[in-house]
Structure formats: structure tokens, C-alpha cells
């Protein structure tokens, strides 16, 4: 009754464990399932902790690679270790597991690391997400050339790539409805709106950057809301709600601005596995208290394009001041 389908993949529960600490063993990604997870997405697979680890080892191993035939074979046998790595926990989880089992590589290049996620839809991957986020440091660079290149990489990744492929993807982009777009017309079938990227923070006693708390609080899910709310009727291509998406309620408001699935890390990190039966449960009840036999029949009800006062979604001024 909460089964759902995402990227074309059919999954059994709208709730999908997402990319991180919980999804880089064989174990946790088995109790995952045994939990009622409708898919799992591997941890990342990271292209540029890999350059950084090689470029380090090469230079350690300067004397011995001098040779530039050399160092070309030791950089290409390194980058096969982690990826034979990455492929075989792929193997395991494809052999042991029932429910979808989506690889992720986090991309720095535009196109270097196509071969890994060719790889891994040969191992029996059921999809790619590709994890994405060209900061826009560099003043140099206009917004519109930021995007292009966005747009760019995913011509590539499409091409390159057969079977479901989805973008994870942060939101500060000039124009993100266009850009959403652009990338659904490549034919892009998912977006994960939106990812919760690192972040700066600094100790005032160490005089030093930091990093500010890598979880989540339960009150971020508002802005994956709004684009979905306001993209999911525009575009072919699925949704799925991430950050800050910790319990049954937000996974049936993301339903109804029309995600077909929500991706959560947070908050199994912080209860456990038992909350993926916990939100199952919940959607399940919410449903025959709503009279919903299946979730197709309430996805994307309040998205904008389903509803009388759809401006509500762009809305960002409170109108009325303090005291009024
Ligand atoms: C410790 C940690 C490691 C993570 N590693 C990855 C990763 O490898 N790839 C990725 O796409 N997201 C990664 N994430 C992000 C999560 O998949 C998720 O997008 C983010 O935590 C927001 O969802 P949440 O609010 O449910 O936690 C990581 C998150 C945490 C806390």
C-alpha cells in the first residue's frame, strides 16, 4: 500500500536510505532492508578524495616514480583499488539484498569518473546518483556560465550512462526552476532536493575553520519542500525529499508537494533502524485515515500545479510585521 516507484525502479516503502555512514557496510545496508527501507543508495564514492589520496602517495613515492610511464600506471592501479573496493560492497549488496541498490559518486570532474558508474550499472547497480556541487566562489565567473557547465556535466552523464540516473544537488543556483529544467530535457529521472553539503564553521578558541554539525535538525526540510512542491508538476522526472526529513509527518508533507520518495540519514543515524518501520507505519495509518488506497493517489496533491493558491509556494515575505 506505500509502495511507490521512483526513477522508474518500483520500491516497496517511499523511504529510501541515503548516501553516508549507515550505507558503507554490508551489514547496516541488511538491516536497512530487514527495517523496510524501499532502496538503499551507497555511500559515495569520492573522485576527488581519490586524486588527493593518490597525488599524495605519488608524491611519498616520488623517487620510485620519477618514470612518468611510471606514475601514470601507479595513478591508474590506485584508482582501480578504490574502485574495485566500491564494486564489490556493489556485488554484495546486489547478491544478499531485494530492494533496489543505487550507486553514488560524488564527481569533482566533468567527466572522468563516467567509466566507474559504467562499472558499477555492470555489477548490477539499479541506478546512479551523482553527487554534485560546483561552489560559485570564483567572481569571475557569471551565474549563467556556473550553470552551463552544471547542464554540461549531465549531457555527459546521460550519454555516458544507461538505466536510471539521478542528480543530488545543492540550491543556490541563479535560476534553480530553469536549471531543474534544462537537466530534466537531458533526460535526468531524479533529482534528491537537496543535498546537506558540508559546512564551514569556526572555533573561536583555536582560531580555526571548523565544521559545523554534520546532521540535521528536524525543521530543514523547507526549502526541499517548496522546489519540489513548485518543480514536480514541471518536469518528467521523479523526486525524492532530502535534509532534515526525520519522521512519518515530513515524509507525507514531501509526498504531497509530489516526491515519490524521500532519502533520509539523520535520523537513523540518531535513532536507528527502527525509524524507517516507524515512518512506514505512519505514512500507512496517515493513508486510511485519508482514504488513500495507494500513494499514487495523493502524490503531488498540493503540488503548484494541483492547487487554486499554488503562489503560496513562492511566497518568502511574512507580510505582516511583529505586533500586528
Ligand atoms: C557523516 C555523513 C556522511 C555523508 N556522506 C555522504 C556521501 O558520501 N554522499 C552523499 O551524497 N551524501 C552524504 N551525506 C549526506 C546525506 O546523504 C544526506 O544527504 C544529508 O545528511 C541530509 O539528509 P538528512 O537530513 O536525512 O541527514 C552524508 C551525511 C553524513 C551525516
Same mark, same amino acid.
Given at each position: 500500500m506505500i509502495e511507490t516507484t521512483y526513477m522508474g525502479l518500483e520500491l516497496r516503502s517511499p523511504v529510501i536510505v541515503s548516501s553516508g555512514p549507515l550505507t558503507q557496510n554490508l551489514v547496516s545496508l541488511k538491516k536497512a532492508e530487514e527495517a523496510g527501507a524501499g532502496a538503499v543508495v551507497l555511500k559515495s564514492i569520492f573522485e576527488e578524495q581519490i586524486n588527493n589520496d593518490i597525488s599524495k602517495e605519488m608524491a611519498e613515492n616520488e623517487e620510485y616514480l620519477a618514470h612518468s610511464d611510471a606514475g601514470t600506471f601507479f595513478a591508474s592501479s590506485a584508482r582501480d583499488y578504490y574502485i574495485d573496493r566500491y564494486m564489490k560492497l556493489l556485488t554484495e549488496a546486489k547478491k544478499e539484498l531485494s530492494i533496489p541498490v543505487i550507486a553514488s559518486i560524488s564527481a569533482k570532474s566533468m567527466d572522468s569518473w563516467i567509466d566507474w558508474a559504467e562499472r558499477f550499472v555492470k555489477c548490477g547497480a539499479d541506478g546512479i546518483e551523482l553527487n554534485y556541487y560546483p561552489i560559485s566562489s570564483d567572481a569571475s565567473v557569471p551565474g549563467e556560465e556556473v550553470d552551463e557547465r552544471f547542464i554540461d556535466f549531465a549531457r555527459k552523464a546521460r550519454e555516458g550512462i544507461d538505466g536510471p540516473l539521478s542528480i543530488k544537488m545543492g540550491y543556490k543556483y541563479s535560476s534553480l526552476a530553469s536549471l531543474i529544467s534544462s537537466l530534466d530535457q537531458i533526460g535526468i529521472d531524479g533529482f534528491v532536493l537537496f543535498n546537506r553539503f558540508f559546512r564551514p564553521d569556526i572555533d573561536i578558541e583555536k582560531l580555526e575553520i571548523s565544521s559545523a554539525s554534520p546532521v540535521s535538525s528536524k525543521d530543514e526540510y523547507a526549502e526541499a519542500l517548496r522546489w519540489i512542491g513548485l518543480m514536480s508538476g514541471e518536469v518528467k522526472a521523479d523526486f525524492a525529499g532530502n535534509t532534515g526529513i526525520h519522521n512519518g509527518e515530513t515524509t507525507v508533507k514531501m509526498l504531497l508537494s509530489g516526491a515519490k520518495a524521500v532519502e533520509?540519514?539523520?535520523?537513523? !543515524?540518531? +535513532?536507528?533502524? =527502527? !525509524?524507517?518501520?516507524?515512518?512506514? /507505519?505512519?505514512?500507512?495509518?496517515?493513508?486510511?485515515? +485519508?482514504?488513500?488506497?495507494?500513494? /499514487?493517489?495523493?502524490?503531488? @496533491? @498540493? /503540488?503548484?500545479? +494541483?492547487?487554486?493558491? =499554488?503562489?503560496?509556494?513562492?511566497?518568502?515575505q511574512f507580510l505582516k510585521t511583529i505586533g500586528q
Open positions: 533520509i540519514c539523520t535520523a537513523v !543515524v540518531q +535513532h536507528g533502524f =527502527g !525509524v524507517i518501520g516507524e515512518i512506514n /507505519s505512519f505514512v500507512e495509518d496517515w493513508m486510511k485515515r +485519508h482514504n488513500y488506497a495507494s500513494t /499514487s493517489d495523493f502524490i503531488g @496533491l @498540493l /503540488s503548484q500545479e +494541483h492547487i487554486q493558491d =499554488g503562489w503560496k509556494w513562492e511566497r518568502t
